[in-house]
T-cell receptor, first 113, second 114 residues
Framework: TQLLEQSPQFLSIQEGENLTVYCNSS?????LQWYRQEPGEGPVLLVT?????EVKKLKRLTFQFGDARKDSSLHITAAQPGDTGLYLC?????????????FGQGTTLQVKP | GAVVSQHPSWVICKSGTSVKIECRSL??????MFWYRQFPKQSLMLMAT?????????EQGVEKDKFLINHASLTLSTLTVTSAHPEDSSFYIC??????????FGPGTRLLVL
C-alpha cells in the first residue's frame, strides 16, 4: 500500500519566517500534487510536479520533486498571514486504475502577524 | 475553468433523517468523481469512487448502504447519507476528475446531525 508521510503536522510561525513542509514515501509516484485548504472550503490545487528533480516556483512558494520521485517538499519564503491554512500533498494511487489520490496527513500552518 | 460546485454548503438535520449532497462539474464532464470525508484539522479520507453509469466503488470500512452514491450524468454525482446519526456529522467534499486526470475539488458540505 502506498503511503505519504507529511511533516510537520502543525507549524506556527511569525510573519516573515521561512518554512519547509515535507512529503515522503517509500513508493514511487508518477506525480505529486500540493493543495492548500482554508477552513470550510475545499482544497485548491497549487502545483503538480511530474519529473524527478523538478523545481517549480509559485511566487514565494517553491516546490521540489525528489530525484527518485518518492518525496517532495514545499518551501515558503517570508511567510505571510495569508499563507495560513492546511497544506496537503497527494499522489495518484498506482494500484488503482481510477486515478484516486493518496493524501498525506496534512500540515496545518499558522502564520502570526 | 474546471469549477466544481456542491449543494448544499451546509445542512443541519435531525437524527434518523436522510440527507442528499450534490456535486456538479460546471464546465467539464467527469466520468469519475470522488467523495471524501474530513474531520477538523485532518486530511481527506476517501469514501468512494463514483463512476458515471455504474456502481460506486467504496473504500474499506465505508458502508455502502449508509452512504448511497449515484452518478447519473457526466456532470452530477450525489451522496445520500441515510438515517443520519450524530457521528455522521462531518465535512464532505467531492472532486471531479478532468480529462488529464487532475482532480478538481468542490467547496465542501458541512453536515451537522442533531
Amino acid at each position: 500500500t502506498q503511503l505519504l508521510e507529511q511533516s510537520p503536522q502543525f507549524l506556527s510561525i511569525q510573519e516573515g519566517e521561512n518554512l519547509t513542509v515535507y512529503c515522503n514515501s517509500s513508493s514511487v509516484f508518477s506525480s505529486l500534487q500540493w493543495y492548500r485548504q482554508e477552513p470550510g472550503e475545499g482544497p485548491v490545487l497549487l502545483v503538480t510536479v511530474v519529473t524527478g528533480g523538478e523545481v517549480k516556483k509559485l511566487k514565494r512558494l517553491t516546490f521540489q520533486f525528489g530525484d527518485a520521485r518518492k518525496d517532495s517538499s514545499l518551501h515558503i519564503t517570508a511567510a505571510q498571514p495569508g499563507d495560513t491554512g492546511l497544506y496537503l500533498c497527494a499522489g495518484v494511487d498506482g494500484s488503482s486504475n481510477t486515478g484516486k489520490l493518496i493524501f498525506g496527513q496534512g500540515t496545518t500552518l499558522q502564520v502570526k502577524p | 475553468g474546471a469549477v466544481v460546485s456542491q449543494h448544499p454548503s451546509w445542512v443541519i438535520c435531525k437524527s434518523g433523517t436522510s440527507v442528499k449532497i450534490e456535486c456538479r462539474s460546471l464546465d467539464f464532464q467527469a466520468t469519475t468523481m470522488f467523495w471524501y470525508r474530513q474531520f477538523p484539522k485532518q486530511s481527506l479520507m476517501l469514501m468512494a469512487t463514483s463512476n458515471e453509469g455504474s456502481k460506486a466503488t467504496y473504500e474499506q470500512g465505508v458502508e455502502k448502504d449508509k452512504f448511497l452514491i449515484n452518478h447519473a450524468s457526466l456532470t452530477l454525482s450525489t451522496l445520500t447519507v441515510t438515517s443520519a446519526h450524530p457521528e455522521d456529522s462531518s465535512f464532505y467534499i467531492c472532486s471531479a476528475q478532468g480529462l488529464a486526470g487532475t482532480q478538481y475539488f468542490g467547496p465542501g458540505t458541512r453536515l451537522l446531525v442533531l
